[in-house]
């Protein structure tokens, strides 16, 4: 399971036992890290709903709904999370990073395209339909 948050991974340390521990960023610091995310500096009255939304979206439907002002307790950093909103916040989150990456990606993509025609060197058909496959790859 560690493997699957591997954004958050602090280097592994050796605890108290002798053992190897691995530590996760907070709640807290994952929750306003989403919240910057969708958001950016927004104030509270949007960005603790948008975190909601996207924190909901994948908690199973059996489990109990998340509320503002549960979401509120997180990014305040008040609130032990119960598992499933753990998965949930880590989840959020990855997904968040995925998208800002994928369209920065694109973003530069595209700019070194229009650079290149600009500066006389156009790309060639081949090389424009890779590109193209690399960006809607990428969405």
């Known amino acids: 399971m560690l493997e699957s948050f591997s954004n958050f991974e602090v280097p592994p340390r050796t605890g108290a036992s002798g053992g190897v521990e691995y530590c996760v960023a907070s709640p807290k610091q994952a929750s306003r890290e989403l919240g ?43 609130a032990s999370l119960r598992g499933h909103e753990a998965v949930a916040l880590w989840a959020a989150l990855r997904q968040e990073r995925r998208r800002v990456s994928r369209t920065a990606f694109a973003h530069a993509a595209n700019r070194i395209k229009r650079e290149l025609a600009v500066r006389g060197a156009p790309l060639n058909s081949v090389q424009s339909e890779v590109l193209s496959g690399f960006l809607e790859a990428a969405e």
């Open 36 to 78: 910057d995310l969708l958001c950016g500096d927004a104030p509270a009255k949007i960005v603790i709903p948008a975190v909601r939304r996207a924190v909901a979206r994948h908690i199973p439907n059996d489990e109990r709904p998340l509320t503002e002002r549960r979401v509120r307790s997180m990014i305040a950093g008040e």
